[in-house]
């Protein structure tokens, strides 16, 4: 498990074919390609793992797996989620001043993403499987078909939201600020700035 360092022009074109709303949006890149973990464990703030409720990640002693055959559903992530702080919000993806939010993304055949709400509003985080983290300012710019068959993210079916108060209990605020910090510092090292 590395790092993959590509060039702004190559990952903003793998990420614009993955993503085709994200032409419309001012978004951008917020770190080097890793896959040392995925959009679940970014929406923990975590980057030292892959979470996901099956054998061989990381998931909360206790809380039920997913069928192998089958792909996770939003009721997987729901009480995972709680033991963060979040409860259910319908598909209220406003800003709530007090408030961070996550948003689950799914296709026809189960959930597919996570987004994690800037902590203070104005957009949104997503690590799209082993790219990139990136910043979009609306849920839709990486939403797709929702056809299984696509391989595409879907829709955002639920969201989630926790009190300021739960994110700094549990050291996320930190944890979150930490990672930021650390590709922040890494592109200016390296000299290399994303779009």
Not at 2 to 21: G, H, I, K, M, V
Not at 42 to 56: F, I, L, N, V
Not at 177 to 183: F, G, M, Q, T
């Amino acid at each position: 498990m590395a790092r993959t360092y590509r060039s702004d022009t190559q990952a903003a074109s793998a990420l614009l074919r993955e993503f085709p709303n994200l032409a419309r949006s001012e978004w951008s890149i917020k770190s080097w390609a890793d896959d040392n973990y995925q959009c679940i464990a970014w929406a923990e703030c975590r980057t030292d793992r892959k979470s996901w409720p099956a054998p061989g990640y990381t998931w909360p002693e206790g809380l039920p797996l997913a069928d192998p055959d089958v792909t996770a559903t939003v009721d997987h992530f729901i009480p995972r989620f709680a033991l963060l702080g979040y409860m259910p919000c319908g598909l209220d993806k406003s800003f709530q001043l007090g408030y961070q939010k996550v948003a689950i993304y799914a296709n026809d055949v189960g959930v597919t993403h996570m987004a994690r709400q800037r902590f203070f509003g104005g957009g949104w985080f997503s690590k799209p499987g082993e790219m990139e983290d990136i910043f979009h300012p609306n849920l839709e710019d990486i939403e797709g078909e929702t056809s299984a068959t696509a391989r595409k993210y879907g829709k955002v079916v639920l969201v989630l939201k926790r009190s300021w108060w739960k994110a700094l209990v549990n050291l996320d605020v930190f944890r979150c600020s930490w990672e930021h910090l650390k590709s922040w510092t890494s592109r200016r090292i390296s000299g290399h700035e994303f779009r």
